[in-house]
């Protein structure tokens, strides 16, 4: 079962990117951030072209900010909107939605910014992961969570640690919150796969930035144990990052293994791994 989450800063902006995308890597389940569109919208810009491509559809939205969906061609089941007992700014945003899809318990998460330490928006935003790792607590063994975290996990995580000091993303608060979700019992499936890789997800939009590969990781995939022992592949699609009309994001894929049960869906043979960024290790590239 391949499992990607990306992105996509605008789901408008990116159907020229992202339909092809679908097509050329065939995910099984893909968790959406950043759509920036209401629910009826989204259905009446993708819904047909997902329904043709055998993807079910769970989106939780609003116009024109945040907004997170799950697409599964292996079931959509239970679906939640938003985390139980987060917080709002000054109401609940569209931040989170879950479901079970091929006998995983997968959320789609939009972190928050943050926007700059000590701020109101920073104190929600840890408010807001205090929240997710409640909800993760209590949910079920197999379970994934997804999305953009807008934290950098440590500072090989990001292109130049001094070039972030005083601002959100990497702040000691942020990790610790950061630190406590993956207490719950997740692995940083990609940092396990490529322990002394250079590895990045999202670039500004800046001249030069993504060509220069001065990013930083912040898209994250965790996954409790009896998921994480299934991955057999784990890798961020830099190819999605390339030519005209990119998300200033990269999506990130993981391939698992059947679950004993074989409830978890087909297995897709993954690419040769693609490279993840330069600098300590060298990795071949996606096709």
Same mark, same amino acid.
């Given at each position: 079962?391949?499992?990607?989450?990306?992105?996509?800063?605008?789901?408008?902006?990116? =159907?020229?990117?992202?339909?092809?995308?679908?097509?050329?890597? +065939?995910?099984?389940?893909?968790?959406?951030?950043?759509?920036?569109?209401?629910?009826?919208?989204?259905?009446?810009?993708? *819904? *047909?072209?997902?329904?043709?491509?055998?993807?079910?559809?769970? %989106? %939780?939205?609003?116009?024109?900010?945040?907004?997170?969906?799950? @697409?599964?061609?292996?079931?959509? /089941?239970? =679906?939640?909107?938003?985390?139980?007992?987060?917080? &709002?700014?000054?109401?609940?945003?569209?931040?989170?939605?879950?479901?079970?899809?091929?006998?995983?318990?997968? %959320?789609?998460?939009? =972190?928050?910014? *943050?926007?700059?330490?000590?701020?109101?928006?920073?104190?929600?935003?840890?408010?807001?992961?205090?929240?997710?790792?409640?909800? =993760?607590?209590? &949910?079920?063994?197999?379970?994934?969570?997804? &999305?953009?975290?807008?934290?950098?996990?440590?500072?090989? /995580?990001?292109?130049?640690?001094?070039?972030?000091?005083? +601002?959100?993303?990497?702040?000691?608060?942020?990790?610790?919150?950061?630190?406590? @979700?993956?207490?719950?019992?997740?692995? /940083?499936?990609?940092?396990?796969?490529?322990?002394?890789?250079?590895?990045?997800?999202?670039?500004?939009?800046?001249?030069?930035?993504?060509? +220069?590969?001065?990013?930083?990781?912040?898209?994250?995939?965790?996954?409790?144990?009896?998921?994480?022992?299934?991955?057999?592949?784990?890798?961020?699609?830099?190819?999605?990052?390339? &030519?005209? *009309?990119?998300?200033? %994001?990269?999506?990130?894929?993981?391939?698992?293994?059947?679950?004993?049960?074989?409830?978890?869906?087909?297995?897709?043979?993954?690419?040769?791994?693609?490279?993840?960024?330069?600098?300590?290790?060298?990795?071949?590239?996606?096709?």
């Amino acid at each position: 079962m391949r499992v990607a989450t990306w992105n996509v800063n605008s789901v408008k902006q990116r =159907v020229p990117r992202m339909l092809p995308w679908l097509d050329q890597r +065939q995910p099984e389940v893909v968790c959406l951030q950043e759509t920036k569109l209401a629910d009826d919208a989204f259905a009446g810009l993708l *819904g *047909g072209e997902l329904a043709r491509r055998g993807y079910a559809t769970a %989106h %939780h939205g609003e116009a024109q900010w945040n907004g997170v969906a799950i @697409l599964s061609r292996v079931g959509l /089941d239970d =679906v939640v909107v938003g985390i139980p007992g987060a917080p &709002g700014f000054p109401y609940p945003e569209a931040r989170a939605v879950s479901a079970t899809c091929g006998g995983v318990r997968l %959320h789609s998460v939009y =972190v928050p910014n *943050g926007r700059v330490p000590d701020s109101e928006h920073y104190r929600y935003k840890l408010a807001w992961l205090a929240a997710l790792a409640e909800a =993760v607590s209590a &949910g079920p063994e197999s379970t994934m969570v997804c &999305g953009d975290m807008n934290i950098a996990p440590t500072d090989a /995580d990001v292109f130049d640690p001094d070039a972030y000091i005083g +601002q959100t993303h990497v702040t000691p608060a942020e990790r610790r919150a950061l630190a406590d @979700l993956e207490g719950r019992g997740l692995h /940083d499936v990609v940092r396990d796969r490529w322990p002394d890789a250079r590895i990045f997800t999202y670039w500004d939009y800046r001249a030069g930035m993504f060509h +220069q590969d001065m990013g930083m990781r912040i898209d994250l995939v965790l996954a409790t144990a009896p998921v994480a022992s299934r991955v057999r592949a784990a890798w961020v699609d830099r190819q999605a990052r390339k &030519g005209s *009309g990119p998300s200033d %994001h990269a999506p990130v894929i993981v391939d698992l293994d059947v679950a004993p049960d074989g409830d978890a869906g087909p297995v897709v043979p993954p690419p040769s791994a693609p490279a993840v960024g330069r600098g300590r290790k060298k990795l071949p590239q996606a096709p």
